[in-house]
């Protein structure tokens, strides 16, 4: 059976080098139809104009495809697949792809003109790098304010021990600011289909454990604030993350980069799916997560904090709950 890598491989290969053009765009759809226009102009606004983009649509019940086929640019290609989530989504556009580059985008996230740019002179000056990223910040389209708190953590991901360790132990790449070469999917492979949350940052792991990786010290991606997102199903996220940190774990070349930092996620994941627990009443699976995140590092004060107050009488708890959300 062939891989997605391998087919990517082949589609390229299978082209004229002149007729390939440098970055590929894969765009995964789901029901996108009221925002997918304007992420296309985003990219139709790039400063770098040599792309192609691949709109997967992962079986969208709306008019995405009327959307996407109405534009008459013939850069842009639109296929359908039975609904399979994103990872299968952007696998199926990267196995499409033919460019020597491919750059992320979801179908609700703009990029800013010099995105493309930026990158592809990264990559000019330095072609051994595995991955280039961008800052990004976040907005709500129904509000027009934007959310710059995750700038703070360009220093953490891109300093101190090393980059494989810093996205293990804190996360942070946004798919949407990460182009990735050709070469390097063919390498380490693509996005893990079981995963429905966390498969991006697994890539990443994967990427910078072979390879260096480099920042464009810019917010060049705008990451649209939606209800309903996958993001915010925190069930699926917190068994994904930590399965995981099993899986790099396992992974004899991996799990010596990465032997430092696993701890630390997999504490954060525990107290964050306890807290979620606790801020929806259910103290009993709360209790159980804040233990666990205390097993792997016992030092946390917050863990302790409140794992006393999953302990008190549920009447009192109610009213913390209550005071905090008021």
Known sequence: ?????????????????????????????????GFIAETLDSVLAQTFQDYEVVVVDDGSVDDTRGVVESYDEPRFRYIRQENGGASRARNRGIASSS????????????????????QVEVFRRNP???????LHDAYSPATGERETSGLRK????FSG?????????WSGLATPTVMVPRWVLDEVGVFDPELRSGEDDNLWVRITARHPAELVDEVLVHCRLREGS????HSIMFHDVLKSLDQLMADREIAPRVRDAV???RARVLWNRGYHHFAAGRVHQARKSFLASLRVRPWN????????????PGRLVTTLRAMKQS
């Open 230 to 233: 996958l993001s915010t199903d």
């Open 1 to 33: 059976m062939t891989s997605p890598s391998e087919a990517s491989r082949a589609s390229a290969e299978s082209l004229d080098p002149g007729d390939r053009p440098t970055v590929s765009v894969v765009i995964p759809a789901y029901n996108a139809e």
């Open 301 to 312: 004060l917050g863990g302790w904090i409140y794992l006393a107050l999953s302990c008190l």
């Open 161 to 169: 021990p090393s980059v494989v360790h810093n996205i293990v132990a």
């Open 154 to 157: 360009r220093e953490r991901l």
């Open 99 to 118: 460019g020597e580059f491919i750059a992320f985008l979801d179908s609700d996230d703009l990029w800013v003109p010099e995105k493309l740019e930026r």
């Open 263 to 265: 701890p630390i996620r």
């Open 128 to 134: 051994s790098l595995g991955l280039v990223s961008t």
